[in-house]
């Protein structure tokens, strides 16, 4: 079993650990903070293998699911590709930018079907510029090397905008979404993804946990149990979780530990024989 590495760059999941020493350390009582294990427990429980993520910055979360995948790979006795990073560090990232501002994908595993792969994830960002938040390739690509996440794991980068993207999206087991995720932009495209999503593609949004920074914790529980007693980064406004629970969307608060989980999961619905198939 491989031993979940605390995500410690800049990152909507970096470890924040109560009274420990990291430059992230928190002693607030709502910082507690697993997010970036729990992204990879759930991938590992529902072993899925073609992962989206969407809003990389510097692959926190991306790094997160691919331990995941390369925790499944250890367990089935994969055997590990040629090493991508043999290739010198700024020819990788020189490769990866041209490819992707022509708008194309690029592979680590540039043989992409000829790999031993235990899944896939499509990193994707709107922008790839490295400014402030935008994602940052060099970041990404040597988190990744650095996070040792890759024996068998394909990553495909790409420059995409989640409104272009959900007009034609590709298929999905597990799609996680870091995009600033308020309730209308949820919904938006909660609607449009419906038809996979009732075919069993489950999708996390980050955040939601409804409370971020200095804000007094534990103010304001509501009936369900759900602390909205500050703005989050995410969910922006505490009223949000009303303003989504209003409309009826079947969503799952998976946690509200920081950044939080909002997930859609409607496998449990489907035709028993189809959902046993798959799994
Ligand atoms: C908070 S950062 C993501 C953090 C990252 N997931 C992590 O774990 O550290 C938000 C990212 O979303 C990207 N983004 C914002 N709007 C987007 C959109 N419409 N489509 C795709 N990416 C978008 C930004 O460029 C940025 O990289």
């Given at each position: 079993m491989v031993e979940f590495k605390e995500i410690s760059f800049p990152s909507s999941?970096?470890?924040?650990?109560?009274?420990?020493?990291?430059?992230?350390?928190?002693?607030?009582?709502?910082?507690?903070?697993?997010?970036?294990?729990?992204?990879?427990?759930?991938?590992?429980?529902?072993?899925?293998?073609?992962?989206?993520?969407?809003?990389?910055?510097?692959?926190?979360?991306?790094?997160?699911?691919?331990?995941?995948?390369?925790?499944?790979?250890?367990?089935?006795?994969?055997?590990?590709?040629?090493?991508?990073?043999?290739?010198?560090?700024?020819?990788?990232?020189?490769?990866?930018?041209?490819?992707?501002?022509?708008?194309?994908?690029?592979?680590?595993?540039?043989?992409?079907?000829?790999?031993?792969?235990?899944?896939?994830?499509?990193?994707?960002?709107?922008?790839?510029?490295?400014?402030?938040?935008?994602?940052?390739?060099?970041?990404?690509?040597?988190?990744?090397?650095?996070?040792?996440?890759?024996?068998?794991?394909?990553?495909?980068?790409?420059?995409?905008?989640i409104w272009e993207w959900i007009k034609n999206p590709d298929s999905f087991d597990f799609l996680h979404i870091d995009v600033g995720n308020s309730p209308e932009n949820i919904l938006k495209i909660v609607d449009a993804l419906s038809d996979q999503i009732n075919e069993g593609g489950v999708i996390i949004f980050g955040g939601g946990a409804l409370r971020y920074h200095y804000a007094p914790f534990g103010t304001q529980i509501n009936e369900d149990g759900i602390d909205v007693s500050h703005t989050m980064v995410s969910l922006g406004h505490p009223d949000n979780y009303q303003k989504l629970k209003d409309t009826g969307l079947d969503f799952l608060i998976l946690t509200q530990e920081y950044p939080g989980f909002i997930c859609i999961d409607r496998r449990i619905r489907m035709p028993w024989p189809l959902y046993l198939r798959e799994k």
């Open positions: 999941y970096v470890g924040r650990r109560k009274g420990g020493l990291t430059t992230y350390a928190c002693d607030r009582p709502d910082c507690q903070i697993d997010g970036g294990k729990l992204l990879f427990e759930f991938i590992i429980k529902n072993k899925f293998q073609k992962i989206i993520d969407f809003g990389t910055w510097s692959g926190g979360s991306v790094i997160c699911e691919a331990q995941a995948l390369q925790e499944l790979a250890d367990r089935t006795g994969l055997n590990a590709n040629e090493d991508p990073y043999h290739k010198d560090m700024d020819d990788l990232i020189s490769d990866a930018t041209t490819v992707i501002d022509k708008n194309e994908v690029w592979s680590l595993y540039p043989e992409k079907t000829c790999g031993t792969f235990s899944g896939e994830i499509n990193v994707f960002d709107q922008s790839w510029d490295g400014e402030g938040q935008n994602g940052n390739i060099g970041a990404t690509l040597n988190n990744i090397k650095k996070y040792e996440c890759y024996k068998n794991v394909q990553f495909n980068l790409k420059k995409m905008d």
